[in-house]
Nanobody, 122 residues
Framework: QVQLVESGGGLVQGGGSLRLSCAAS????????MAWFRQAPGKEREFVGI????????FYADFVQGRFTISRDNAKNTVSLQMNSLKPEDTAVYYC???????????????WGQGTQVTVSS
């Protein structure tokens, strides 16, 4: 089992920045690919970005457009999502997820955090 706890969400004006963090406990953190997803009201959960086990490679959804950066610290069992130039359409609950394989679908991930709300005002 892996337990994931997100933090760092909040209300920010459009164009602003937020940094989300996800703390993991349980099994060996470095064994897992880590990803961020988000879910807006009335919409399906969607992929935001992913980072490999060693942190050397990342991949992002098209809508990110260079605004977000994922990083991880395997010594501290944390993964972060730095979000810059935020837009109102980025408003959603953001989730971190851990899984054994590299994938952009929710079914690739076995463990999920409870989510943290990000609200971007116009």
């Amino acid at each position: 089992q892996v337990q994931l706890v997100e933090s760092g969400g909040g209300l920010v004006q459009g164009g602003g920045s937020l940094r989300l963090s996800c703390a993991a406990s349980g099994r060996t953190f470095s064994n897992y690919v880590m990803a961020w997803f988000r879910q807006a009201p009335g919409k399906e959960r969607e992929f935001v970005g992913i980072i490999t086990r060693d942190g050397d490679s990342t991949f992002y959804a098209d809508f990110v457009q260079g605004r977000f950066t994922i990083s991880r610290d395997n010594a501290k069992n944390t993964v972060s999502l730095q979000m810059n130039s935020l837009k109102p359409e980025d408003t959603a609950v953001y989730y971190c997820a851990a899984g054994p394989v590299y994938g952009v679908r929710t079914k690739s991930y076995d463990y999920w955090g409870q989510g943290t709300q990000v609200t971007v005002s116009s």
